[in-house]
């Protein structure tokens, strides 16, 4: 998967992430098919992450505590458990 942020441009293998702060515009592309998760966070949980897009490695439990979080669907912190929508 090419993630292109900017004027910057990165290459990510599937044992690799790219973590991306909200306000950060990117445009993702990939030659063939291919399966990605996304998670996306709240603004106020951010402020305690990087600032900056930055490649992060995928460890076995990451990667499945993603596909977890997936498998649950939509989280709302205000009601403390998944949502319908």
Known sequence: MRVKTGDRLWLVPPQRALWAPPSVCHEIWAQGPFAMRTLYLSPRLCSLLPPDCEAIDVSPFLRELVLYVVRLGKLDGAKGG????
């Open 82 to 85: 998944v949502t319908d929508g």
